[in-house]
């Protein structure tokens, strides 16, 4: 939590007893940053076809997980300095275009807003890119994706050892489907980094990073991401799926969009989920999302404070 609001919640607890603590005014909503690192470009694009830019499909999926949220939002992609991360509870870094290894003003810009999130000690969590651009800051690297993109979903997704009990992947079986949509992975973690999930294409589906004062959780996919959003998505990139050799024309990928706008539209339709090879874990939204219910606990718990 912010030190401020930390403290005074601290200072409750040693002088009022617990009976009473539970029968006073609910707690605060948390304060989260909702980051965005795709240009205005990008996110023009991104409302095109899929009616969000990606940090309003966070900040959408957030809101759902917790009505009452307060929630900022930013660009990583700016020059100057962050001066107000201590009044935060948290922060999340969306997906973007982003490419982390290549030497351009995008990638430096981000990387040196993750190092000040990591200098001031707010808890992160990060999808896709978010999770490239914290292993960047903290010393790692990313590059292309040696197999092309990893399109629509990530399939058979298993915890490393270090994931076993891991509490960002809490509640998640021994092996599940995300959405996904990426063509560039973390290559190395940094100093501090764990990995806790893959799969056999992507070394590092999710992951720990501690670095200076702070702890990041991030994934590769995106449990952000409506089936609705995947399907605008996949439909968007046909043309890299089919030279992809992924679908065989236009009529496939248009079907298998189709099917997934009719599955988030009716979630319980085991017939479509079937036809997917998908199940509860993607369709329904409670357990689509649960890294980032996890993050949300954690921080409300305090437990992921400056190191």
Known sequence: MADGRSRERNALHRVVPEALIRKGPPPLPPIILVVSSETQEQQNDRRSYAGLASHESYATALRRLRPGIELDTASCLGTGDITDLSRLDGIVF???????????????????????????????????????????????????????????????????EAGAGHPMLDGRPATWTAPAMHSSVVTRLPPGGRSLAANPDTPIEAAEIRHGNGTFWGVQYHPELSLGEIAASTAHQAKDVIDQGLARDQGEVDAMAARLRDLDAVPT????????????????FEHRTREIENFMKAVEAGVLGPL
């Open 94 to 160: 969306a997906g973007s275009p982003i490419q982390m290894h290549e030497d351009n003003v995008e990638a430096r810009a981000a990387a040196h807003f993750m190092t000040q999130v990591f200098e001031a000690g707010v808890p992160a969590f990060g999808s896709c890119a978010g999770l490239q651009i914290a292993a960047v800051a903290a010393g790692g690297e990313t590059g292309p994706r040696r197999q092309g993109a990893e399109v629509a979903f990530a399939r058979d997704i298993t915890r490393t």
């Open 269 to 284: 339709r085991v017939d479509i989920a079937w036809q997917l090879g998908l199940n509860a874990e993607i369709a329904l």
